[in-house]
């Protein structure tokens, strides 16, 4: 890892949340971002925040990856906020396992904004639909929405998927107060950033 080039990019993103993605690094590696003051990280693996956790101190861990039923209790014990549900039945047993704790878990809703076959994400004309079902359940509470950009060297179609991803955010802001903005990784966070993004989820450029 290039601490001079990370110190770098965490300089270029101090407007927004940088959720450092720790997928397949070290725990050094890890405990040097940390000491650098970072203290959101993301994994897309439960196991991989359960046996982080303890490591570090008063740090917020994201769950990013796809949502397995079976996991969920985990992530809801486990994370500050999952970023990554894309389908009613996954809020349904949030809600279920988070009342059993007595916590009110923060979460993200997943949109296929680039209408890509390998994404998963609900439709942005569902909308309605989710927050409507969302009002419904009492521990949990969605705080914006996430999505990914197109997987093209294009940043014309990128820049479009993340004008429409913002102009989603704005939509729902109007039925349902939200204030993050989920999107932007390694490849395209500057573009995301351009188009108003809050939360950027980084692991390789770092």
Request: with cysteine.
């Amino acid at each position: 890892m290039n601490i001079e080039h990370t110190k770098l990019i965490i300089d270029a993103t101090k407007s927004q949340t940088l959720i450092v993605v720790t997928k397949n690094q070290t725990i050094e590696d890890v405990k040097s971002i940390y000491d650098l003051g970072i203290r959101n990280f993301g994994e897309n693996k439960i196991q991989e925040i359960i046996k982080k956790k303890d490591l570090f101190e008063n740090v917020n861990w994201h769950f990013i990856g796809r949502i397995q039923s079976n996991k969920i209790k985990q992530m809801v014990e486990n994370s500050v906020l999952i970023h990554s549900v894309n389908e009613l039945r996954y809020f349904d047993i949030i809600n279920k396992e988070a009342k059993k704790i007595n916590k009110i878990q923060n979460c993200l809703i997943q949109f296929n904004v680039a209408q890509e076959e390998t994404k998963a994400g609900f439709n942005i004309n569902e909308y309605e639909m989710i927050i409507n079902h969302i009002k419904t359940l009492d521990n949990v509470s969605v705080q914006g929405i996430m999505l990914m950009g197109p997987h093209v060297e294009e940043n014309e179609k990128i820049n479009k998927v993340f004008k429409d991803g913002k102009e989603l955010f704005d939509t729902i802001n109007e039925i349902h107060p939200i204030n993050i903005l989920s999107m932007g990784m390694s490849n395209d966070y500057n573009i995301a950033i351009l188009n108003g993004a809050t939360h950027l989820r980084i692991g390789s450029a770092l």
